[in-house]
Protein backbone atom coordinates (compact mmCIF):
# COMPACT_ATOMS: atom_id res chain seq x y z
CA UNK A 1 0.00 0.00 0.00
CA UNK A 2 1.52 3.16 -1.33
CA UNK A 3 2.44 5.70 1.23
CA UNK A 4 3.23 8.18 -1.55
CA UNK A 5 0.19 9.47 -3.94
CA UNK A 6 0.90 10.74 -7.08
CA UNK A 7 -1.89 12.46 -8.77
CA UNK A 8 -3.15 12.15 -12.25
CA UNK A 9 -1.53 8.63 -13.08
CA UNK A 10 -2.44 9.59 -16.97
CA UNK A 11 -2.64 12.60 -18.41
CA UNK A 12 -2.69 13.71 -21.88
CA UNK A 13 -3.02 17.73 -22.41
CA UNK A 14 -1.90 20.06 -25.51
CA UNK A 15 1.08 21.56 -25.97
CA UNK A 16 1.60 25.25 -24.40
CA UNK A 17 -1.03 24.25 -21.42
CA UNK A 18 0.62 24.56 -17.96
CA UNK A 19 0.03 21.63 -15.73
CA UNK A 20 1.21 20.45 -12.33
CA UNK A 21 2.28 17.20 -10.79
CA UNK A 22 0.56 16.40 -7.82
CA UNK A 23 3.02 14.25 -4.70
CA UNK A 24 2.00 13.68 -1.24
CA UNK A 25 3.26 11.52 1.51
CA UNK A 26 2.63 10.55 4.35
CA UNK A 27 5.42 9.76 5.88
CA UNK A 28 6.99 12.77 7.24
CA UNK A 29 9.76 12.27 5.32
CA UNK A 30 12.19 15.49 5.01
CA UNK A 31 13.49 14.59 1.49
CA UNK A 32 11.76 14.28 -1.67
CA UNK A 33 12.48 13.80 -5.52
CA UNK A 34 11.46 13.59 -8.94
CA UNK A 35 12.98 11.40 -11.34
CA UNK A 36 11.56 10.91 -15.20
CA UNK A 37 11.42 7.91 -16.79
CA UNK A 38 11.29 7.23 -20.78
CA UNK A 39 10.02 3.85 -21.73
CA UNK A 40 11.97 0.99 -21.23
CA UNK A 41 14.72 3.76 -19.86
CA UNK A 42 16.94 4.38 -16.74
CA UNK A 43 15.38 7.05 -14.54
CA UNK A 44 16.92 10.18 -14.60
CA UNK A 45 16.82 12.84 -10.82
CA UNK A 46 15.32 16.15 -12.34
CA UNK A 47 14.77 17.39 -8.90
CA UNK A 48 15.03 16.97 -5.52
CA UNK A 49 14.28 18.70 -1.81
CA UNK A 50 15.91 18.09 1.49
CA UNK A 51 13.08 19.66 3.30
CA UNK A 52 10.64 22.82 3.22
CA UNK A 53 11.85 25.55 1.31
CA UNK A 54 14.78 23.27 -0.13
CA UNK A 55 14.70 22.98 -3.86
CA UNK A 56 17.58 21.74 -6.33
CA UNK A 57 18.10 20.94 -9.81
CA UNK A 58 19.04 17.39 -10.16
CA UNK A 59 21.48 15.55 -12.87
CA UNK A 60 19.13 15.71 -16.05
CA UNK A 61 17.85 19.22 -16.92
CA UNK A 62 15.26 20.19 -16.93
CA UNK A 63 12.39 22.55 -18.03
CA UNK A 64 9.72 21.86 -14.75
CA UNK A 65 9.81 23.94 -11.82
CA UNK A 66 9.50 22.53 -8.27
CA UNK A 67 7.76 23.66 -4.18
CA UNK A 68 7.98 22.80 -1.17
CA UNK A 69 5.59 24.34 0.78
CA UNK A 70 4.78 21.79 2.93
CA UNK A 71 6.76 19.08 4.44
CA UNK A 72 4.44 16.25 2.38
CA UNK A 73 3.96 17.93 -0.35
CA UNK A 74 6.41 18.42 -3.67
CA UNK A 75 3.91 19.38 -6.73
CA UNK A 76 6.07 19.69 -9.88
CA UNK A 77 4.92 22.34 -12.88
CA UNK A 78 5.73 23.15 -16.28
CA UNK A 79 4.99 26.23 -17.35
CA UNK A 80 3.93 25.42 -20.82
CA UNK A 81 4.17 21.73 -22.12
CA UNK A 82 6.09 20.59 -24.83
CA UNK A 83 5.96 17.27 -26.82
CA UNK A 84 9.63 16.36 -25.71
CA UNK A 85 7.90 16.34 -22.09
CA UNK A 86 6.05 13.00 -22.73
CA UNK A 87 7.57 10.80 -20.54
CA UNK A 88 6.93 9.07 -16.86
CA UNK A 89 7.57 11.25 -14.00
CA UNK A 90 8.02 9.43 -10.71
CA UNK A 91 8.01 11.24 -7.20
CA UNK A 92 9.76 9.72 -4.14
CA UNK A 93 10.65 10.82 -0.73
CA UNK A 94 12.74 9.06 1.77
CA UNK A 95 13.83 9.87 5.64
CA UNK A 96 17.00 12.20 6.45
CA UNK A 97 19.61 9.47 7.03
CA UNK A 98 21.82 9.21 3.72
CA UNK A 99 21.25 5.56 3.58
CA UNK A 100 17.24 5.34 3.98
CA UNK A 101 15.76 3.81 0.93
CA UNK A 102 13.47 5.70 -1.35
CA UNK A 103 9.82 5.08 -1.53
CA UNK A 104 7.80 5.69 -4.82
CA UNK A 105 4.60 6.85 -5.68
CA UNK A 106 2.84 5.03 -8.83
CA UNK A 107 3.88 8.15 -11.32
CA UNK A 108 1.87 10.47 -13.69
CA UNK A 109 2.40 9.27 -17.70
CA UNK A 110 1.89 12.63 -19.12
CA UNK A 111 1.59 13.13 -23.05
CA UNK A 112 1.65 16.32 -24.68
CA UNK A 113 0.53 15.90 -27.80
CA UNK B 1 30.48 10.26 -9.79
CA UNK B 2 29.21 7.06 -8.87
CA UNK B 3 27.62 4.93 -12.21
CA UNK B 4 25.71 1.48 -12.72
CA UNK B 5 25.61 -0.82 -15.46
CA UNK B 6 23.02 -3.79 -16.04
CA UNK B 7 24.04 -5.93 -18.97
CA UNK B 8 21.07 -7.58 -19.81
CA UNK B 9 18.71 -5.72 -21.22
CA UNK B 10 15.94 -8.71 -20.98
CA UNK B 11 16.27 -12.29 -19.86
CA UNK B 12 14.41 -15.02 -20.27
CA UNK B 13 13.73 -17.59 -18.05
CA UNK B 14 11.00 -20.28 -17.10
CA UNK B 15 9.09 -20.67 -14.56
CA UNK B 16 10.37 -22.42 -11.29
CA UNK B 17 13.98 -21.81 -13.17
CA UNK B 18 16.78 -20.00 -10.48
CA UNK B 19 17.39 -16.55 -11.92
CA UNK B 20 20.34 -14.26 -11.40
CA UNK B 21 20.57 -10.13 -12.79
CA UNK B 22 24.06 -8.96 -12.88
CA UNK B 23 24.54 -4.74 -11.66
CA UNK B 24 28.25 -3.61 -11.95
CA UNK B 25 28.94 0.05 -10.19
CA UNK B 26 31.53 2.30 -10.34
CA UNK B 27 32.18 4.61 -7.13
CA UNK B 28 35.29 4.82 -5.36
CA UNK B 29 34.83 3.74 -1.87
CA UNK B 30 32.03 1.91 -0.31
CA UNK B 31 28.78 2.47 -1.79
CA UNK B 32 24.95 2.09 -0.75
CA UNK B 33 23.38 0.01 -3.05
CA UNK B 34 19.86 -1.21 -3.71
CA UNK B 35 17.62 -3.43 -6.16
CA UNK B 36 14.08 -2.02 -7.11
CA UNK B 37 11.42 -3.60 -9.01
CA UNK B 38 9.07 -1.88 -11.24
CA UNK B 39 5.55 -3.28 -12.81
CA UNK B 40 3.92 -1.87 -15.60
CA UNK B 41 2.56 1.43 -15.09
CA UNK B 42 4.07 1.23 -11.41
CA UNK B 43 6.28 3.08 -9.69
CA UNK B 44 9.77 1.34 -7.72
CA UNK B 45 9.27 -0.86 -4.91
CA UNK B 46 12.59 -1.60 -2.94
CA UNK B 47 13.49 -5.56 -2.98
CA UNK B 48 16.46 -5.20 -0.58
CA UNK B 49 19.67 -3.31 -0.02
CA UNK B 50 23.24 -3.21 1.22
CA UNK B 51 25.24 -0.79 3.23
CA UNK B 52 27.62 -2.51 5.07
CA UNK B 53 28.04 -5.90 6.83
CA UNK B 54 27.29 -9.48 5.63
CA UNK B 55 27.55 -9.21 1.99
CA UNK B 56 24.56 -11.15 1.23
CA UNK B 57 21.91 -9.73 1.92
CA UNK B 58 17.74 -11.02 1.36
CA UNK B 59 14.92 -9.18 0.68
CA UNK B 60 11.26 -9.80 0.16
CA UNK B 61 9.61 -12.19 -2.30
CA UNK B 62 12.69 -14.27 -2.13
CA UNK B 63 15.66 -12.23 -3.63
CA UNK B 64 19.03 -11.83 -2.20
CA UNK B 65 21.83 -9.92 -3.39
CA UNK B 66 25.89 -10.61 -2.93
CA UNK B 67 27.96 -7.70 -2.82
CA UNK B 68 31.50 -8.13 -4.56
CA UNK B 69 33.83 -5.63 -3.84
CA UNK B 70 36.48 -7.22 -6.09
CA UNK B 71 34.34 -7.58 -8.83
CA UNK B 72 31.91 -4.16 -8.14
CA UNK B 73 28.95 -6.64 -8.82
CA UNK B 74 25.95 -6.24 -6.65
CA UNK B 75 23.92 -9.23 -8.46
CA UNK B 76 20.20 -10.54 -7.86
CA UNK B 77 19.10 -13.98 -7.27
CA UNK B 78 16.07 -16.13 -6.95
CA UNK B 79 16.29 -19.86 -6.66
CA UNK B 80 12.96 -20.20 -8.24
CA UNK B 81 11.34 -17.71 -10.24
CA UNK B 82 7.35 -17.21 -10.30
CA UNK B 83 5.29 -16.03 -13.15
CA UNK B 84 4.70 -12.86 -10.98
CA UNK B 85 7.97 -11.75 -10.80
CA UNK B 86 8.35 -10.97 -14.35
CA UNK B 87 9.05 -7.20 -14.22
CA UNK B 88 11.56 -4.59 -14.62
CA UNK B 89 14.55 -4.80 -12.06
CA UNK B 90 16.68 -1.41 -11.34
CA UNK B 91 19.65 -1.98 -9.60
CA UNK B 92 20.96 1.68 -7.92
CA UNK B 93 23.78 2.92 -5.87
CA UNK B 94 24.02 6.30 -3.53
CA UNK B 95 27.15 7.41 -2.76
CA UNK B 96 28.58 8.81 0.84
CA UNK B 97 26.51 11.37 2.16
CA UNK B 98 24.66 12.08 -0.24
CA UNK B 99 23.61 8.44 -0.19
CA UNK B 100 20.17 9.47 -0.75
CA UNK B 101 20.91 11.08 -4.42
CA UNK B 102 20.71 7.57 -6.19
CA UNK B 103 22.28 7.01 -9.66
CA UNK B 104 20.03 4.05 -11.77
CA UNK B 105 20.79 1.68 -14.24
CA UNK B 106 19.18 1.16 -17.51
CA UNK B 107 17.18 -2.08 -15.93
CA UNK B 108 16.74 -5.21 -17.20
CA UNK B 109 13.23 -6.70 -18.23
CA UNK B 110 12.54 -9.96 -16.81
CA UNK B 111 10.04 -12.42 -18.75
CA UNK B 112 8.72 -15.63 -17.58
CA UNK B 113 7.81 -18.58 -19.59
CA UNK B 114 5.55 -21.20 -18.75
Known amino acids: EADIYQTPRYLVIGTGKKITLECSQT?????MYWYQQDPGMELHLIHY???????EKGDLSSESTVSRIRTEHFPLTLESARPSHTSQYLC????????????FGNGTRLTVT | AQSVTQPDIHITVSEGASLELRCNYS??????LFWYVQSPGQGLQLLLK??????LVQGIKGFEAEFKRSQSSFNLRKPSVHWSDAAEYFC????????????FGGGTRLMVKP
Open chain 1, 92 to 103: ASSARASNSPLH
Open chain 1, 27 to 31: MGHDK
Open chain 1, 49 to 55: SYGVNST
Open chain 2, 27 to 32: YGATPY
Open chain 2, 50 to 55: YFSGDT
Open chain 2, 92 to 103: AVGAGNAGNMLT
